[in-house]
């Protein structure tokens, strides 16, 4: 899977939990740029992302995910 | 089909829960319930699924969420705002993570059973003052450990926590088994059906402090919201069930009698004789059963008459409609005989394409979607369909009564006068004012009734009590009804508040399978004679219209109330109670207590 792939994999799943069609991400997007974007829903994107790529993240991998980018290369690691 | 209708699709839930919710928030008839849910480990995600379950049930939540891990500070020492938010119901969130006085392998067996004693005054404590803010309470029971000191021996060994939690949950059930207005949330059962190791996410407790994982919430989002509907009235009430291949295997019209599988001598049998068990169960509910199917009826009967493996008898229907006519005209009929509404109905048929000519047809009848025989109880029992809050004497009933309703209605239509009819059945009635031993079933009376009810206020069972002790302020009376079929129980209440000389009728309910019986008329002698007797000229009432309530929009004019106001959202009235006043009553021997 390439790293575009996986970003419209990403893309798919912050539309839906954000619910806004309109998001797009790039590598350094972050919460502050998107409003909902919290502690709570930082869970949400987290499960969905385990369920939907079939992974399973440890504890050390979710800690310090500072952007989008940071998940994209986590995701490809994890799967690769 | 819900998107939330057993079986839901967990990842989905969560992932698509806000256009879920806007969704579900397009639908405009709500009943809308306050709801504190308190805090032993983390929340947030458990009350937005919550949510979503109750708006699917029509219920919309206010919640008031408690901070992290304070539920005991909240309830003990409340700053006021939980008493001001006056809540209907508290869920208080707590698992094992919360028993802080867990057993070790040094302790002496004296000093584990002193953590069990702490552990369930602890317990207790909470419960008790959760019930003291007048709501209903709903609690969790204790999921077991994710380790085993001892293996196996864990369930035995006196400092084993399986056994210790195994202990602690008979105390808790026995404890609430005592009380009322408060609810268990088994997540003991609900976590061994999940499995301890999906349950449970160490890495979504370490990073999160979810103390189940975090995609595990929608089901026991799920649970809390079964009870919650069932406690507000909301359960379905009756089963019409198919009869080839839903009942028995194979077609009895074509396979004949003997042709068609039931008893425990194959493995389809087995599996529809274990599936008629299991309906058999419900009548003891007071779940009704009846029979939809496209047969001849006679042929049909044999499939229980001539085969004495089936644990069901054509007794246990209340209506049996083996015919050719279109299963939503069926169904629809079943409704209007056994008197209760569409959308308390579940149609269990194993042909795709009847269930979907009902769901099309009848949108509120539920119609699960069920594939094969041995799926058939998993989806009634995990739907939820039928989940028991309170059990009263009249649950275990009802299907008696509704046989003697058929009864009466054979009766009936040899009467030409309907007051011969009425005299015929020899009634008697008890009536009086609501009393602590009644205070159950009143409040399930008042909260499950939908078609004789004039204004659908609810009250919660703590309310019922308050106006129980306070007989300055309110009128009330219930009444029950017996005649020579039977036993009605208590099918109807009234309460009124008393200002000055005049006495408002807020709420007066009555079961559906007894009016027209008169017994409305003998409740309305006695409010007249009880304001009489505490000095009271007028007594006013209202009429709020729902979709279910139309059939009484006229009842009170019928009874002489003249209309002080006649919007589309309400009716008033008024009556000057009379000098002399002739009770309306004069075929029930009423006994006032």
Do not use: H, Q, W
């Given at each position: 899977m390439t790293r575009e792939d996986i970003f419209a994999r990403l893309t798919d799943i912050f539309r839906n939990v954000f619910d806004d069609d309109e998001i797009v991400l790039t590598d350094s997007t972050t919460a502050d740029d998107i409003e909902d974007w919290d502690s709570l829903e930082q869970i949400n994107l987290l499960v969905a992302i385990e369920k939907r790529f079939n992974i399973k993240f440890q504890l050390a991998d979710v800690s310090h995910l500072e952007n989008v980018g940071a998940m994209v290369d986590l995701v490809a690691r994890l799967i690769a | 089909m819900s998107v939330l209708d057993y079986p839901f699709d967990n990842a989905y839930i969560l992932e698509k829960k806000k256009s879920i919710k806007r969704e579900l928030l397009q639908n405009d008839k709500f009943i809308e319930k306050k709801i504190a849910v308190l805090s032993g480990s983390t929340i947030g995600e458990i009350k937005n699924i919550l949510e979503l379950f109750l708006l699917n049930y029509g219920i919309k939540p206010e919640f008031k969420v408690g901070g992290y891990n304070r539920y005991f500070e909240e309830l003990m020492f409340d700053d006021g705002s939980l008493k001001d938010f006056a809540p209907d119901f508290i869920y208080i969130h707590t698992s094992n993570k919360n028993i802080e006085n867990l057993p070790v392998p040094q302790d002496s067996e004296e000093a584990v059973k002193d953590k069990l004693t702490k552990e369930f005054e602890k317990f207790k404590t909470v419960c008790e003052k959760a019930l003291s803010f007048g709501a209903v309470v709903i609690v969790n029971n204790f999921e077991m450990p994710f380790y085993r000191m001892y293996g196996s021996k864990d369930a035995v060994a006196a400092q084993g926590v399986v056994n210790f939690t195994n202990k602690l949950n008979v105390m808790i059930a026995d404890y609430i088994a005592s009380k009322e207005n408060i609810y268990l949330n088994d997540i003991n059962y609900l976590s061994g059906l999940i499995g301890l190791d999906n349950w449970f996410s160490l890495e979504n407790w370490y990073l999160y402090k979810y103390a189940l994982a975090v995609d595990k919430i929608p089901d026991l989002a799920f649970g809390i919201a079964k009870i919650i509907k069932s406690a507000l009235g909301k359960n379905k009430k009756s089963v019409v069930l198919d009869l080839d291949n839903t009942l028995w295997g194979g077609v009895i019209g074509d396979d004949g009698v003997e042709g068609i599988a039931i008893g425990n001598e194959q493995p389809a049998g087995m599996s529809y004789t274990e599936f008629q068990s299991y309906l058999k169960r419900l009548t003891g509910l007071g779940i009704m059963l009846n029979v939809c199917s496209k047969n001849e009826e006679k042929i049909a009967k044999q499939g229980f008459t001539d085969r004495k493996e089936a644990p069901l008898s054509v007794d246990d229907f209340i209506c049996f409609k083996a015919n050719w006519e279109p299963k939503h005209l069926n169904i629809a009929a079943i409704a209007k005989e056994i008197n209760i509404g569409e959308d308390s109905l579940v149609f269990i048929d194993d042909n795709p394409a009847e269930r979907e000519i009902v769901r099309k047809s009848l949108p509120t009848v539920t119609v699960p979607e069920v594939s094969c025989p041995e799926d058939y109880i998993k989806a009634i029992d995990r739907a939820g369909y039928f989940e028991i809050t309170s059990f009263t004497k009249d649950d275990a009933k009802r299907n008696e009564m509704y046989k003697q309703n058929a009864q009466r209605a054979a009766a009936e239509s040899a009467f030409t006068d309907y007051n011969d009819y009425l005299l015929s059945l020899e009634m008697t009635g008890e009536i009086g004012p609501f009393s602590t031993a009644h205070c159950e079933r009143i409040t399930q009376l008042i909260n499950k009734t939908n078609q004789f009810n004039f204004t659908t206020r609810r009250y919660a069972q703590s309310e019922v009590e308050e106006i129980i002790a306070d007989r300055t302020n309110y009128i009330s009376a219930y009444a029950k009804l017996i005649d020579k079929f039977g036993d009605n129980g208590i099918t109807t209440c009234l309460i009124a508040s008393v200002e000055g000389t005049n006495a408002n009728i807020d709420l007066w309910v009555m079961s559906c399978r007894v009016f027209k019986r008169h017994l409305e008329y003998a409740v309305f002698d006695y409010l007249v004679a009880k304001?009489?007797?505490?000095?009271?000229?007028?007594?006013?009432?209202?009429?709020?219209?729902?979709?279910?309530?139309?059939?009484?929009?006229?009842?009170?004019?019928?009874?002489?109330?003249?209309?002080?106001?006649?919007?589309?959202?309400?009716?008033?009235?008024?009556?000057?109670?009379?000098?002399?006043?002739?009770?309306?009553?004069?075929?029930?021997?009423?006994?006032?207590?």
């Open positions: - | 304001c009489k007797e505490m000095g009271v000229k007028t007594i006013t009432a209202s009429y709020l219209p729902t979709a279910k309530n139309v059939i009484i929009k006229d009842f009170y004019e019928g009874i002489g109330f003249d209309v002080t106001l006649d919007s589309e959202s309400e009716k008033r009235y008024i009556l000057n109670i009379p000098e002399e006043y002739e009770n309306k009553n004069k075929v029930i021997k009423m006994e006032i207590v």
